[in-house]
């Protein structure tokens, strides 16, 4: 069999909105819809040839039901005949797409894919996990928390054990957070996004009004005193809070990933190859430490350690996640998250994860570096870690 490598071709991203923000009146379909015909126009590749969309959509109902990837494509205005698929691995199901595109590309399934995800978290109704205190959802069923024996819980209450087990402060994680929005502000002023952003305006019916050129959550003072006066949310003692949380958002982002021998003899420009891609699942209870034993499985599989990586992703649930990931890996601040996460960008949960792959790529080719690390962790006890090469 011909040996076939996966590569990443292209990858855009809107802004991030706040919650009943600047993109709050984009049905979600439309929104992931624009940013599929930004991509295919901006590549140049024939439409027609896509084997597959695979969007991440984390909360699927109502606007976001019934298969919002093929909804997209429709929305999109590419042709029929591409078919789409919809998964779900929580906060990490636009790397998840990512990485299912990419196995699809090395096993001969495809030869060229649209990978990526979507969230309008203004449009869709949220569920009572994220009201502090609420009970759980319906999705537990009996045995599983006869299993457990009533310890499972929401996210939030489970930042509060994962500060707990890891020995994080609040002075710790207010710290971090004000770095976020540093890095974040710093990357934009720098014009770091602006070749991965998606031209969008506000109103979905004016395509000529002015674009949303920077990501919204990203506040340029923030008045640390305030900060560290705010109630924490989930426990009376705890440490967690709003502002060393991930912001409620809505977003949309897509990366192109194709053969690389299919990609060359068309004239695409291959950006970036996979070194390695892991899942991993750990315990549901504290939720985050996944990504630990997903990273370990990666760099394994790469044959890497961790010294080698030149840039690190993890995604900013909450401030308590990177900290923790840092501790076991020994990261220095200058590899970690240099251009802010999703406390200062935001967290619209299916896209992350495209999101911030698209940003990690594009700030390998800015540094002239060449190793970069995602990982998310995810509800239930979940993570995926993905390893990409600079070309």
């Not at 901006?42 to 109502?62: E, K, M, W």
């Not at 636009?94 to 978290?121: K, P, R, T």
């Amino acid at each position: 069999m011909i040996n076939r490598e996966a590569v990443i071709v292209d990858a855009v991203r809107t802004p991030v909105g706040r919650r009943g923000g600047v993109l709050s009146q984009w049905h979600p379909a439309d929104l992931l819809g624009c940013t599929l015909r930004y991509l295919v126009g901006r590549s140049g590749v024939d439409p027609s040839t896509i084997d597959d969309v695979i969007a991440g959509c984390v909360l699927q109902h109502d606007q976001q039901s019934s298969n919002i990837a093929r909804h997209a494509v429709l929305s999109a205005g590419l042709p029929e005949s591409v078919p789409a698929v919809t998964v779900d691995r929580q906060c990490g199901s636009g790397q998840q797409a990512v990485s299912f595109a990419a196995h699809g590309v090395m096993a001969g399934n495809y030869d060229l894919v649209i990978a990526g995800g979507v969230e309008s978290m203004s449009q869709v109704t949220m569920p009572s996990a994220f009201q502090p205190g609420a009970p759980l959802g319906p999705q537990y069923g009996p045995l599983e928390l006869e299993r457990y024996d009533g310890r499972l819980m929401a996210q939030g209450p489970s930042s509060e054990l994962m500060n707990d087990r890891f020995g994080i402060s609040r002075e710790e994680l207010d710290a971090y957070s004000v770095r976020s929005h540093e890095r974040a502000l710093a990357a934009t002023r720098a014009g770091a996004f602006v070749k991965q952003m998606v031209p969008i305006t506000a109103d979905p019916q004016d395509p000529n009004g002015p674009c949303i050129t920077a990501d919204e959550g990203i506040r340029e003072h923030l008045d640390t005193e305030k900060m560290a006066g705010l109630k924490t949310v989930f426990a009376k003692n705890g440490r967690t809070t709003a502002a060393n949380a991930s912001q409620v958002s809505d977003g949309a982002a897509a990366l192109l990933v194709a053969d690389r021998g299919y990609a060359e003899q068309k004239g695409l420009k291959p950006r970036a190859r996979f070194r390695a891609m892991s899942v991993a699942g750990a315990d549901p209870v504290i939720q985050f430490t996944a990504i630990l034993e997903a990273t370990h499985k990666a760099l394994k599989m790469a044959g890497l350690s961790a010294a080698d990586i030149d840039l690190y992703e993890v995604n900013e649930a909450f401030a308590g996640v990177p900290l923790m990931f840092q501790r076991e890996f020994d990261i220095p601040d200058d590899k970690l998250n240099v251009n802010g996460g999703s406390v200062a960008i935001g967290h619209p949960l299916g896209s992350t994860g495209a999101r911030m792959l698209t940003d990690l790529l594009c700030e390998l080719e800015r540094s002239g570096k060449k190793l970069g690390l995602q990982t998310i962790c995810e509800a239930h006890g979940t993570a995926n870690t993905t390893i990409i090469e600079r070309i």
